[in-house]
């Protein structure tokens, strides 16, 4: 495994650690109604009652997605990329080069999401206690428009790589 996917996999256990460790020492003191839904100007707008499931989902959906995202890590072919359709037509090397790209926008996505997921879980937990707390949009469309961007880009690239490998053969 490289080092950049190494690291890229440290970052999103450590977010979901630190959203579970968020979740737990904000447990105590949380009142009965917690926020669950922000509203656009970033400040809650739907409540619901306190409880396990409503505390820890994120940190769970956290942990699930690691595990999506190791799956896909080792079977890149899975991913939900146009051009890994094409992959079959390709010789190994070329193969090779399209799964370590997709490798790299996966583990990009996997922690871009993780910001998102423990940024929120914060902030519904931060809201919960001090009510004029919100989410601030700038964050969260920045931290979206950095995953729109990403995903866009690492597409089209693997698109034209594996297409300029069909076209070479």
Not at 27 to 43: K, N, T
Not at 76 to 97: E, G, R, V
């Amino acid at each position: 495994m490289k080092l950049q996917y190494k690291i890229a996999f440290a970052t999103i256990i450590s977010l979901a650690i630190t959203s579970w460790i968020i979740a737990i020492v904000y447990w105590a003191r949380l009142p009965e109604v917690i926020p669950i839904h922000f509203g656009i100007s970033g400040m809650a707008d739907d409540w619901a009652d306190k409880s396990i499931i409503m505390v820890y989902l994120l940190p769970f959906l956290q942990t699930l997605m690691i595990a999506i995202f190791t799956f896909v890590y080792h079977r890149p072919q899975y991913s939900n990329l146009p051009s890994t359709m094409w992959l079959t037509t390709l010789d190994q090397k070329h193969k090779d080069l399209a799964y370590d790209l997709i490798r790299t926008m996966d583990m990009g996505v996997a922690v871009i999401v993780g910001v998102l997921l423990t940024y929120i879980t914060y902030g519904m937990n931060a809201s919960a206690i001090n009510p004029s707390w919100g989410l601030s949009n700038t964050i969260l469309f920045s931290i979206i428009g950095l995953m729109m961007a990403w995903i866009i880009y690492w597409t089209v690239k693997i698109y034209h790589i594996t297409k300029k490998a069909i076209t070479h053969k």
